[in-house]
């Protein structure tokens, strides 16, 4: 049997105590990781809730997607010469935070669901 990590769907093995990426299985929140112990990430995420995680992500993501709107509209309003030459930082920036936010969104769900249901069903 493996089991599969809320946070980052990595699959672990049954025996293993905490994933890749800080995820305990044990308390069910992020604590620090034995596999990158140095990742700025998984420390600014230390003692969160899947869901809390999620929201994180849901929140750094839209952020993201409005700052380069935002960044597009200023760029746009510059002149016509800049726009094809802006809109690539900012549409990037957009695609970014949208995958962002919709890993936030799943792993608010599977934080929810795992609250609700508990951690053995
Ligand atoms: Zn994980």
């Known amino acids: 049997m493996s089991k599969e990590c809320p946070v980052c769907r990595l ?7 905490r994933c890749d990426c800080g995820y305990d299985f044990a308390t ?6 034995y596999a990158n112990p140095n990742d700025r990430e998984i420390i600014a995420e230390r003692g ?8 994180r992500n849901i929140k750094l993501g839209l952020g993201a997607v409005v ?3 935002v960044w597009a509209t200023v760029v746009a309003g510059v ?16 695609i970014g ?24 069903l």
């Open 11 to 17: 699959i672990s093995p049954d025996i293993a105590e």
């Open 48 to 55: 969160m809730t899947v869901a809390q995680v999620g929201t």
């Open 67 to 69: 700052a380069g709107l």
């Open 28 to 33: 069910h929140r992020i604590a620090a990781s």
């Open 79 to 94: 002149g016509p010469g800049r726009v094809l030459r802006g809109l690539g930082w900012p549409a990037g920036v957009m």
């Open 97 to 120: 935070g949208a995958s962002v936010a919709l890993r936030g969104l799943g792993q608010y769900r599977r934080g929810k669901r795992l609250e609700t249901t508990g951690p053995f």
